[in-house]
């Protein structure tokens, strides 16, 4: 329906007539447009608007006709949470029932959650079976990220006065997945690379009752979360400054005094690049040119292979990182770099070229380099990896095509093992 405030009046009131509940979506914020604060009042009484909670903090609750009514915002997860905390139960309650019991299960948290104090945090989160213990990755937050509905197997409840948790902390998880699922989950933080994306894909169809997740912490995060074994496997392409080659170096600072024993997979070799606007109308070719004044850079996160590449370069060329406008802003994946060019909230960010034609954007071809998988031995020869391993290894002739039309890859190292370390 149209923003048209006489028309949701309306059709409200007409609901109102014969049904005991009334749900409106969207319109239910603070901002001038709040139409459903004002028709509960006009049609009735308002008796809450904004609750301690998030995402959903901006519900209607109110009272017409002696009928229910309630203001759902527009966001989808504050929408889906909101509807599942408040509205659901009321609905049940009517029919004298009880909601459905859900599985709760202790979770060790992969990365440093933030909470807002004075509201409940709801945080969605994708989870696996590492070892012996499950580990529970918080998707990316925003009441507007849709994918987060799709993906999580769990949600995280942080109580109001709690300001977050701690990467290794134990967590309560409340189920929204059956428990097979997490125990079918392979578990792949690291790099972001799209070619994941697409063998996730490849892999759900190839095995339907296998689940591979995939977060995206950076090469050095990665590697990290192997270390204290929260996942099966991470993609890296960090850059050894002094030899020129990649992973094997940082695998041994990180990995090796650990105990932990890995193989490095082949996987794809990629161009960098600079992703600008199409036509490229600001004239960017080069690395001497994220200095100019007139320019906007968008970085990758600290840990990041790109930003270590992108150092590696600065420095072998003699050109100062903190003359770059834009150096410190960090995204946390290629199609967010490449979202930030697209927004105009910048000129150019280094990143694939898969990104860039993923939102039709131009690129500056720059670098060819390697992007691995780091598989540690014990879940390299499990069960549970082998489905994964024989599409990279065989070069599964649909997944090759798939990342292929990406464009900006090479697949020569795909199913070799480069090392074990």
Same mark, same amino acid.
């Given at each position: 329906m149209a923003d048209d405030y006489a028309a949701i009046r309306d059709s409200v009131a007409a609901a109102l007539a014969d049904h005991d509940l009334v749900a409106i979506n969207a319109g239910s914020s603070a901002g001038?447009?709040? +139409?459903? %604060?004002? *028709?509960?009042r006009e049609l009735g009484t308002l008796c809450v608007h904004g609750i301690a909670i998030r995402p959903g903090h901006p519900v209607v609750l109110g009272v017409a006709r002696g009928k229910a009514l309630v203001g759902i915002p527009g966001y989808p997860v504050s929408a889906a949470t909101t509807f599942e905390r408040i509205v659901l139960p009321v609905l049940y309650r009517w029919q004298g029932m009880l909601p459905p019991d859900r599985e709760?299960?202790?979770?060790? #948290?992969?990365? @440093? &959650?933030?909470?807002?104090?004075?509201?409940?945090? +709801?945080?969605?989160?994708? #989870?696996? @079976?590492?070892?012996?213990?499950?580990?529970?990755?918080?998707?990316?937050?925003? %009441?507007?990220? #849709?994918?987060? #509905? &799709? @993906?999580?197997?769990?949600?995280?409840? *942080?109580?109001?006065f709690v300001e977050g948790h701690q990467p290794g902390e134990t967590v309560q998880v409340t189920l929204l997945q059956p428990r097979s699922r997490v125990d079918n989950t392979i578990v792949a933080i690291g790099s972001h690379d799209l070619s994941l994306d697409l $063998?996730?894909?490849?892999?759900?169809?190839?095995?339907?009752?296998?689940? +591979?997740?995939?977060?995206?912490?950076?090469s050095l995060g990665g590697l990290l979360a192997l270390q204290r074994g929260e996942a099966h496997l991470a993609g890296s392409h960090l850059l050894d400054e002094q030899t020129g080659d990649y992973n094997a170096d940082a695998i041994r600072r990180l990995l090796t005094p650990?105990? &932990?024993?890995?193989?490095?997979?082949? +996987?794809?070799?990629?161009?960098?690049? $600079? *992703?600008?606007?199409p036509g490229n109308p600001k004239g960017i070719h080069t690395l001497e040119d994220l200095l100019r004044p007139d320019l906007v850079f968008v970085n990758r996160q600290r840990g990041a292979g790109t930003r270590v590449l992108l150092d590696y370069a600065l420095k072998q060329r003699g050109l100062d990182a903190r003359s770059i406008n834009g150096y410190e802003r960090q995204e946390y994946t290629h199609l967010a770099v490449a979202a930030a060019v697209k927004s105009g909230a910048a000129d150019s960010g280094l990143g694939i070229l898969g990104a860039a034609r993923a939102l039709e954007l131009d690129f500056v071809p720059l670098f060819d380099e390697r992007y691995d998988l780091v598989i540690p031995v014990e879940h390299y020869e499990s069960a549970l990896l082998a489905p994964l391993l024989a599409l990279i290894r065989g070069r599964d002739a649909e997944f090759v095509a798939a990342v292929q039309a990406l464009g900006g890859y090479d697949l020569a190292p795909m199913g070799h093992v480069l090392a074990e370390l």
């Open positions: 001038s447009e709040d +139409f459903t %604060a004002s *028709i509960v709760t299960v202790p979770a060790t #948290l992969t990365r @440093k &959650v933030l909470s807002p104090l004075g509201e409940d945090h +709801f945080l969605r989160v994708t #989870l696996g @079976k590492v070892g012996e213990r499950i580990v529970a990755t918080p998707l990316s937050g925003g %009441a507007g990220v #849709l994918m987060s #509905l &799709v @993906k999580a197997d769990g949600v995280v409840t *942080i109580p109001r $063998l996730a894909d490849r892999l759900r169809r190839a095995d339907p009752a296998l689940t +591979f997740s995939s977060a995206h912490v950076g650990h105990g &932990v024993k890995v193989v490095l997979l082949g +996987f794809v070799q990629r161009q960098q690049g $600079l *992703i600008v606007p």
